[in-house]
């Protein structure tokens, strides 16, 4: 059974560090290229971060580039997200999402149930 189980929010002062993981299930991991998406209260889904099957390409939004970093284990089917210089607007629940096909992006499909990350003094 497809399962997505993302941890390593919590509460983080401005400027602080994190960093998230997401332990997959129930698919070929090594296959499929990953998100991170995130959704701050009120608002809608924003994607954050996407990695390559193979972990060689790495994409991010421009609200996170250059804080944020991406990467996977395929041998032990975790996806990561290292998230430095934490601001107060990166509140937000966090997700992880496979793609909807294997090989190449065909854009985020199951994802898991979150994990919060809260930046505040």
């Known amino acids: 059974q497809l399962r997505l189980v993302e941890a390593g929010g919590g509460l983080m002062q401005p400027g602080g560090s994190l960093n998230l993981s997401c332990t997959a299930y129930?698919?070929?991991?090594?296959?499929?290229?990953m998100y991170w998406l995130r959704q701050a209260p009120g608002k809608g889904l924003e994607w954050v971060s996407k990695?390559?099957?193979?972990?060689?390409?790495?994409y991010y939004a421009e609200s996170v580039k250059g804080r944020f970093t991406i990467s996977r284990d395929n041998a032990n089917n975790i996806l990561y997200l290292q998230m430095n210089g934490l601001k107060p607007e990166d509140t937000s629940l966090y997700f992880c999402a496979k793609d909807r096909l294997p090989g190449v992006p065909k854009g985020f499909g199951s994802r898991g149930q979150g994990t919060q990350v809260t930046v505040s003094s």
């Open positions: 129930g698919f070929a991991f090594k296959m499929y290229w």
């Open positions: 990695i390559s099957d193979a972990g060689d390409k790495t």
